[in-house]
């Protein structure tokens, strides 16, 4: 199994994209790589949105949520607080996803 020139992490023999880092890993027709490359840039961009909308909803439920059951003195409260990790949890997805955006972007670029 090879291994991604960039960052050392094993990928299979056709993939064009470094699942980790990003990094283009072929160099033959020019036009086809610039058209994967922005067709992954999107692709990694819609799924910082995403995960960026579930970290609001996560954090608005458990927000609103752990205020109800806390203000009735339930132990359910703490429900609320996992949630809201859980939206942190997406927000530090959301920043990973959108910092591949950038590499590729860069290559694009080049």
């Known amino acids: 199994m090879p291994y991604c020139q960039y960052c050392g992490e094993k990928i299979d023999e ?3 994209f470094c699942p980790k880092c990003g990094e283009i890993l072929v160099g ?3 036009g086809w790589q610039e058209f ?3 067709e992954k840039i999107d692709e990694v961009k819609h799924r910082a949105n995403m995960y960026i ?3 609001i909803v996560l954090a608005t ?3 609103v949520a752990g205020s ?3 203000a009735s003195s339930s132990s359910v409260g703490l429900f609320g607080i996992v949630l809201v990790c859980l939206g942190v949890g997406c927000t ?3 920043d990973r996803h959108e910092h591949k955006a950038r590499n590729l972007k860069k290559r694009l670029g080049r």
């Open 14 to 16: 056709d993939t064009v």
């Open 28 to 30: 033959e027709d020019t």
């Open 36 to 38: 994967q490359t922005q």
């Open 53 to 55: 909308i579930l970290a």
């Open 61 to 63: 439920v458990g927000i």
């Open 68 to 70: 109800m059951f806390c």
């Open 92 to 94: 530090a997805s959301a």
